[in-house]
């Protein structure tokens, strides 16, 4: 079952903004857990973009934005270029299963 | 800044078990919290567990509780994650990965390891 449910592709032209949602529920997301989220190059780890919902790790650049209300999340990048077509994931923790960290089912980034 | 390196590629036979190693650098061994996340091809991430490299305390993801231990070695600044019965399902990229105290994101990977399970 789907715990974090994201879209499965969405795509831009560079320069365009897109955003990706990951919908949750009151045991995760709405439960007050922060949201992460990741970028994945087919054959790489995943990278840490955004971890508690908002906030960017050194080195990231500022066109990756998180927010967060409710039971949902969602990712923001504005300014599209082409190496940020990757795949996308979004990742918070849920305690019906007891703590465990859930990851969304992921959404593919194209560069049109 | 921590680095983790990972054991290699393996292949095993279903119902044999598979044991990866992640070796962590870079940083006091026993101040990180290392996690063991796996991801089939085409698959989202799964998380599988993880262990205090401190004081060696575990927590199992109930999808995997009784068919997978996480253990290290302080004086090799190493984590191990061994997994049993291992079934065609269980081909997969394993990955080791350090979450702070700070949040709960996975901010350093490993470079995975593959493990291939076939007759």
């Known amino acids: 079952q789907s715990v974090l449910t994201q879209p499965p592709s969405v795509s831009g032209a560079p320069g365009q903004r897109v955003t990706i949602s990951c919908t949750g529920s009151?045991?995760?997301?709405?439960?007050?857990?922060?949201v992460q989220w990741y970028q994945q190059v087919p054959g790489t780890a995943p990278k840490l973009l955004i971890y508690?919902?908002?906030s960017r790790p050194s080195g990231v650049p500022d066109r990756f934005s998180g927010s967060k209300s409710g039971t949902s999340a969602s990712l923001a990048i504005t300014g599209l270029q082409a190496e940020d077509e990757a795949e996308y994931f979004c990742?918070?923790?849920?305690?019906?299963?007891?703590?465990?960290?859930?990851f969304g089912t992921g959404t593919k980034v194209t560069v049109l | 800044q921590v680095q983790l390196v990972q054991s290699g590629a393996e292949v095993k036979k279903p119902g044999a078990s598979v044991k990866v190693s992640c070796k962590a650098s870079?940083?006091?061994?026993?101040?990180?919290?290392i996690h063991w996340v796996r991801q089939a091809p085409g698959q989202r991430p799964e998380w599988m567990g993880w262990?205090?490299?401190?004081?060696?305390?575990?927590k199992y993801s109930q999808r995997f509780q009784g068919r997978v231990t996480i253990m290290r070695d302080k004086s090799a600044t190493t984590a191990y994650m061994e997994l049993s019965s291992l079934g065609s399902e269980d081909t997969a990229m394993y990955y080791c990965?350090?979450?702070?105290?700070?949040?709960?994101?996975?901010?350093?990977w490993g470079q995975g390891t593959m493990v291939t399970v076939s007759s």
């Open positions: 009151s045991s995760n997301i709405g439960a007050g857990f922060g």
């Open positions: 990742q918070s923790i849920d305690i019906s299963l007891s703590g465990s960290y859930v």
């Open positions: 262990i205090n490299a401190g004081n060696g305390k575990t």
């Open positions: 870079g940083d006091t061994f026993t101040n990180n919290a």
């Open positions: 990965a350090r979450v702070t105290t700070a949040h709960d994101g996975f901010d350093i």
């Open positions: 508690e919902n908002k």
